[in-house]
């Protein structure tokens, strides 16, 4: 079975520029996450989707970053405009419905 | 507010002995508790998880311990190898939508 796919692995941009990132989860799993993890943190949820619909966006800062998992299956991750304290690691995990979260590679953001 | 701690940012082992890593909780409504290994570039990978309704979850050469009147679950690893190596991350959920609250993490190194 493959696992949770992100890209791309490495981002640099300049402040106030955008970006986006991408996230294919395990084939079935019903719900997926992302996260956002500084060093030295542990993950901290930014969205929650459940098959298309969103469950949690409470810590999303909707004012820069959005995201959309408009067919029910893949998503995107998008930070418009970017600031320094954006970079991090961006990961991606999915879930049967409620379940024990499986999580890709990741994706590290670095803003300068 | 940290809800869930794990107060030991590393830990050294020698190979062959046990590993003890240990978490604290503070929310009394939580009711799933999980242990996750992170190498450094990847995301996290789940470890072993354990059911309020438990005390003991055993996988392997892991174990997790859960004491729910003193809020404190530990993960025993033994005997511990060198591949073991890794930060490990104690989460904790609660609630329907089974958002994941998470540690710092532990950062054990086990050496030959």
Redesign the interface.
């Known amino acids: 079975e493959a696992g949770?796919a992100?890209s791309p692995r490495y981002k640099i941009i300049e402040k106030r520029q955008s970006v986006a990132f991408w996230c294919n989860p395990i084939s079935g799993h019903a719900t997926l996450y992302w996260y956002q993890q500084i060093l030295?943190?542990?993950?901290?949820?930014l969205i929650?989707f459940q098959n298309n619909g969103v469950?949690?966006d409470s810590q999303l800062p909707k004012d820069r970053f959005s995201a959309e998992r408009l067919k029910g299956v893949d998503s995107t991750l998008k930070i418009q405009p970017a600031k320094l304290e954006d970079s991090a690691v961006y990961?991606c995990?999915s879930s049967r419905l409620?379940g024990?979260?499986?999580?890709?590679?990741?994706t590290?953001l670095l803003v300068l | 507010d940290q809800q869930v701690k794990q107060n030991s940012p590393s830990l050294s082992v020698q190979e062959g002995r046990i590993s003890i890593l240990n978490c604290d909780y503070t929310n009394s409504m939580f009711d799933y508790f999980l242990w996750y290994k992170k190498y450094p570039a990847e995301g996290p990978t789940f470890l072993i998880s354990i059911s309020s309704i438990k005390d003991k979850n055993e996988d392997g050469r892991f174990t997790v311990f859960l004491n729910k009147s003193a809020k404190h679950l530990s993960l025993h690893i033994v005997p511990s190898q060198p591949g073991d190596s890794a930060v490990y991350f104690c989460a904790a959920s609660a609630g329907n939508n089974r958002k994941l609250i998470w540690g710092l993490g532990t950062s054990l190194a086990v050496n030959p």
Do not use: I
């Open positions: 949770v992100q030295g943190q542990g993950p901290k949820l929650q469950v949690d990961l995990a409620l024990t979260q499986y999580f890709g590679p990741g590290r």
